[in-house]
């Protein structure tokens, strides 16, 4: 589709390395096949991603989230998957790398930041792992979820805020000056390449929230 090669170009003219060093290590290819304790959950945690996925998957999303049935539709489907994962992490604890894998860590990830009421106890369940069981930047986005719809600032710029046919908008963002390197040392681009990449993605202007000055050039 023209929105993935759109996006594939914003990355290409990313020059910075630092970020994509952490982000390698979180990474399916990273991953030694079989190299997970539990197959069956893997696979149940895969199918669980993929209808997350599903539910939101198709042309213009930025106007499908506009119409009632569409966010009706979605909602009943991000609950269902709340409470399948909820009796996983019941039985379980928090997927992690070691016991599904990257890919089946990443299916949880993607059920937990569309359901609010799991998000404060998946953030303090990962917190509690050894580094290298989830991703940084799986946690930062979250983090930045949970803050903001919380009234407090995102540290990390991961959240925007979608409108109509206005330009897309950050949510409030502590320390603008070193944002990008707590995305860096989260795994998570640069914010000019993330801008491009939402551009690309929503067919909307986005408004960059730090002062002109302290742009790049």
């Known amino acids: 589709p023209a929105a993935d090669s759109a996006v594939s170009a914003c990355m290409a003219r990313d020059t910075a390395t630092a970020w994509k060093k952490v982000a390698g290590q979180w990474s399916p290819a990273a991953d030694t096949a079989g190299g997970w304790s539990d197959d069956s959950l893997r696979r149940v945690l ?16 930025a106007d499908s989230v506009e119409s009632p049935t569409f966010m009706r539709r979605m909602a009943e489907a991000d609950s269902a998957d709340a409470a399948a994962l909820q009796e996983i992490i019941a039985r379980f604890g928090w997927p992690t790398r070691a016991m599904v894998g990257v890919e089946g860590a ?3 990830f993607l059920v937990v930041q569309h359901n609010p009421g799991m998000q404060l106890e998946a953030l303090s369940l990962m917190h ?17 979820r949970w803050r903001v719809s919380h009234g407090q600032l995102q540290r990390y710029g991961t959240q925007l805020q979608l409108a109509g ?36 993605m929503y067919g909307r202007p986005v408004v960059d929230p730090r002062p002109a000055r302290a742009r790049r050039r």
Do not use: H, T
Request: glycine letters at 8%; charged letters at 30%; proline letters at 8%.
């Open 106 to 108: 990443d299916a949880a």
């Open 46 to 61: 895969l199918a669980l991603g993929r209808r997350d996925q599903a539910a939101r998957s198709g042309p213009d999303l």
């Open 165 to 200: 046919n206005q330009p897309m908008r950050f949510d409030s963002i502590a320390d603008v000056g070193r944002l990008d390197q707590r995305r860096a040392d989260a795994g998570l681009p640069p914010l000019d390449v993330y801008i491009c990449v939402m551009r690309a």
């Open 128 to 144: 509690a792992l050894p580094s290298g069981e989830y991703s940084p930047g799986e946690y930062a986005m979250l983090d930045d």
